[in-house]
């Protein structure tokens, strides 16, 4: 490996692990693995992404009362009908998953966990179910 790093700087990797009968994989992933990895630069934002107020805006509207139980592709049918366009409808699912807010929107309730009936049998002829499997 030293041998193969030496002679590359002045043959280059290819020709050395040619020459030597070395893979190169192996090469590439010992010096990969000794190398301390950089820290990734952040993603720049396109330059079609929305402003933090256009997010606002279209937040805004997907939360007011008018559209507060309606999806969001419903949302943006009725604001194009209005010759109004905020964002696309997966922008709009964008948004309200960055906001925790990807969820069934229409108020539905929420069953409590019941409480399963448990049959203990005795003795004999005491309890008739059609399942017998749960029976203890």
Not at 104 to 115: F, K, S, T
Request: net charge neutral.
């Amino acid at each position: 490996m030293v041998a193969v790093a030496g002679l590359s700087i002045e043959v280059g990797v290819v020709g050395t692990c040619r020459a030597l009968a070395f893979p190169r994989a192996t090469y590439y992933r010992a010096t990969s693995m000794t190398e301390c990895p950089a820290e990734p630069s952040p993603r720049p934002s396109p330059a079609r992404a929305l402003s933090p107020d256009e997010r606002v805006a279209v937040l805004e509207a997907l939360n007011s009362e008018r559209f507060c139980d309606v999806a969001p592709a419903a949302v943006q049918a009725t604001l194009l009908d209005e010759d109004r366009y905020l964002c696309s409808t997966r922008t709009m699912y964008r948004i309200l998953a960055d906001e925790g807010q990807v969820r069934e929107r229409r108020n539905q309730l929420r069953h409590p966990a019941y409480a399963k009936p448990e049959l203990l049998a005795l003795r004999p002829n005491e309890v008739w179910s059609w399942d017998i499997t749960k029976l203890k």
